[in-house]
């Protein structure tokens, strides 16, 4: 596997002679399996043109903090959160002096603020400018803050002088910051998962649906992202914030759910339904609002597919976990739902009680295979579903 696979670098190219390497930079991150997306300054841009990097990136080139269109959805922002590491190749003194100062006078610096993803630098500029005071009091400034700096290397400059400045090969750089992620068994793998409260049409107005707030099945997704993999998450109705670093769908109703689900299989690795789903929709959807004019409503109601149950039968199914919400026999309860469904692996989850399960951010769980059992303590959605995919990994891949 490939050790920037799925990973996001976001490409800083600023005023330096050498920003013509950053092609050649972008090129061997993409070598190394990342997605690339590049800022460039406007010192940048008297030195490569923003065609040549859209052309090597295959992405739209971001420069302007100001840009109507971006901001109108808080363009930095969404850079900002879209990063993985953030790569300044070359960093000029200027947007040295920028970092080393917290300054957001543009696009680059003010990402570099609003972003919590590691970030590196790799200076470029003339042996003398990068041998000054000022220089070297801003790479001190910088490397007290846990950035990491690729020096320069020593030799012959554009302008003609000789000493450090140039920058470093792009080889080394595209290595330094695969150094940064481990590779994990996730790495590379397609994963999907569906999350929240399926949400069943009674008529324009009304609807059944369940308690699930979608926030179980939304660490899972930030646990797969976190370990390299790439997400297809599909929803229904949740209480909790989409990761925008996964493919997002949604699907309200569990035949939406379903017809989702089975348009994205085929190229999944491992599905996880962790979704609430309603065993049973209303036959018929009213088309107007039913009046409150009767003494009894009846309403007829018919069995929706079983979307796991249908992943499980297809002749190349991939890798499934199942959840069983159960309130009784809970243990007995899910050993049936793991035989019938033909998952390899379910989580049984006891919601009998208002403290762990649904809606709430704690959860307590029993991982179950053909022939393992584990029980989970109770502890954060989050650790819980990093010890799920510990054990996953450990049993399956
Ligand atoms: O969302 P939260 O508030 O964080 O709560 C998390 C949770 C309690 C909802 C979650 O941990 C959980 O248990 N999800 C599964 C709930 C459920 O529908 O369980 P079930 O026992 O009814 O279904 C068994 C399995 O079949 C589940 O994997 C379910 O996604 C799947 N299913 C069910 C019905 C259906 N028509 N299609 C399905 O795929």
């Avoid at 600023?14 to 690339?36: E, F, H, M, T």
């Avoid at 570099?112 to 005071?133: D, H, V, W």
């Avoid at 809970?330 to 390899?344: Q, S």
């Amino acid at each position: 596997m490939k050790p920037l696979t799925n990973k996001h670098i976001l490409l800083g190219v600023s005023g330096s002679i050498s920003a013509y390497k950053a092609p050649d930079i972008i090129r061997r991150l993409q070598d190394l399996g990342a997605k690339v997306q590049v800022i460039l300054t406007q010192g940048g841009a008297k030195f490569i043109t923003e065609h040549a990097l859209q052309s090597i990136s295959q992405n739209q080139v971001h420069s302007n903090l100001w840009d109507k269109k971006a901001e109108l959805a808080m363009g930095h922002i969404q850079l900002a959160k879209w990063a993985d590491l953030i790569l300044i190749a070359p960093t000029s003194a200027n947007t040295l002096a920028n970092i080393a100062s917290g300054k957001a006078c543009d696009l680059l610096s003010s990402v570099i603020l609003a972003s919590a993803a590691p970030l590196i630098i790799a200076p470029a500029m003339n042996q003398q400018m990068f041998k000054s005071n000022a220089v070297s009091g801003n790479l001190k400034t910088i490397a007290s803050r846990n950035i990491t700096i690729i020096s320069p290397d020593d030799g012959a400059q554009a302008c003609g002088d000789i000493g450090p400045g140039r920058l470093a090969d792009a080889n080394n750089i595209a290595a330094i910051v695969a150094q940064q992620f481990h590779t994990t068994e996730l790495t590379g793998k397609n994963i999907l998962i569906t999350l929240g409260a399926s949400v069943e049409a009674i008529d324009p107005v009304r609807y059944i649906s369940n308690h699930s707030s979608g926030k179980m099945g939304m660490a899972l997704v930030n646990n797969c992202i976190e370990l390299g993999a790439s997400v297809t998450c599909i929803y229904a109705n949740i209480q909790t914030e989409l990761n925008q670093r996964a493919s997002n769908i949604q699907a309200l109703s569990a035949k939406k759910m379903h017809k989702a689900v089975m348009e994205n299989i085929s190229k999944q690795d491992i599905f996880i339904s962790c979704a609430a789903v309603a065993d049973f929709s209303p036959k018929n959807i009213a088309k107007d609002k039913i009046k409150k004019n009767a003494d009894d409503l009846k309403l007829i109601l018919k069995p929706n597919p079983d979307i796991l149950q249908d992943v499980c039968k297809l002749p190349k199914k991939p890798l499934t976990i199942g959840f069983a919400a159960e309130t009784k026999n809970p243990l007995e309860n899910a050993k049936l739902k793991l035989k019938n469904k033909g998952c390899d692996a379910i989580i049984l989850n006891d919601v009998s009680g208002a403290d762990f399960g649904l809606n709430v951010d704690e959860n307590e769980v029993v991982f179950l295979s053909q022939n393992y059992q584990q029980k989970i303590a109770k502890t954060s959605k989050q650790k819980i579903a990093k010890k799920i995919l510990e054990i996953f990994i450990r049993k399956f891949l």
